[in-house]
T-cell receptor, first 113, second 113 residues
Framework: DGGITQSPKYLFRKEGQNVTLSCEQN?????MYWYRQDPGQGLRLIYY???????QKGDIAEGYSVSREKKESFPLTVTSAQKNPTAFYLC????????????FGPGTRLTVL | GENVEQHPSTLSVQEGDSAVIKCTYS??????FPWYKQELGKRPQLIID?????GEKKDQRIAVTLNKTAKHFSLHITETQPEDSAVYFC????????????FGTGTSLTVIP
């Protein structure tokens, strides 16, 4: 999982602003995922992508957007439409689209001021 | 969709004792069940996983058992040590869902020296 990086580690946003979280992997993994983690809760899936130029909504996609223009990159944009964006955001990747292990990045903690 | 329930939410054990965490799932098509350990502010780390064609898997002090009929799986940690203190998450994944992981809400394990 050392091949997955996220930036920045901490991010502060004013209400009404869009922000983009970066996720990069050099593991040559096909699939990438974005999760949101809130205190006392499990990880909830926001978006996932199994191949370049394709992505699917997870359970809590409203207020978020993604792109997958390159295999190694899967940025997440938190838009102003997301009403409660303060959370810990985790990116993950998996070798291929079948049921298989997901490896996580170090996370980005987003705080709305 | 899949629903994963995890119990208990908190668990305290004396050093050297065993710890057991249980998860149930609802989708009979789920065939991959990983367990992750997450220390405060860090990324989840895979500690063990099991596939539906296996009933039990061991790795040193850690074991996972799966009962497909009852749709539940458990994590067993023997000879616990203070460094085992963390939050543990179970997850379930089915091939018909694009390898989406459905996570339990986590168990906070404290090992008392």
């Amino acid at each position: 999982d050392g091949g997955i990086t996220q930036s920045p580690k901490y991010l502060f946003r004013k209400e009404g602003q869009n922000v983009t979280l970066s996720c990069e992997q050099n593991l040559n993994h096909d699939a990438m995922y974005w999760y949101r983690q809130d205190p006392g809760q499990g990880l909830r899936l926001i978006y996932y992508s199994q191949i370049v130029n394709d992505f699917q909504k997870g359970d809590i996609a409203e207020g978020y957007s993604v792109s997958r223009e390159k295999k190694e990159s899967f940025p997440l944009t938190v838009t102003s439409a997301q009403k409660n964006p303060t959370a810990f955001y985790l990116c993950a990747s998996s070798p291929w689209r079948g049921a298989d292990t997901q490896y996580f990045g170090p996370g980005t903690r987003l705080t709305v001021l | 969709g899949e629903n994963v329930e995890q119990h208990p939410s908190t668990l305290s054990v004396q050093e050297g004792d065993s710890a057991v965490i249980k998860c149930t799932y609802s989708d009979s098509a789920s065939n991959y069940f990983p367990w992750y350990k997450q220390e405060l502010g860090k990324r989840p780390q895979l500690i063990i996983d099991i596939r539906s064609n296996v009933g039990e898997k061991k790795d040193q002090r850690i074991a996972v058992t799966l009962n497909k009929t009852a749709k539940h799986f458990s994590l067993h940690i023997t000879e616990t040590q203070p460094e085992d203190s963390a939050v543990y998450f179970c997850a379930a994944s089915a091939p018909n869902t694009g390898n989406q992981f459905y996570f339990g809400t986590g168990t906070s394990l404290t090992v008392i020296p």
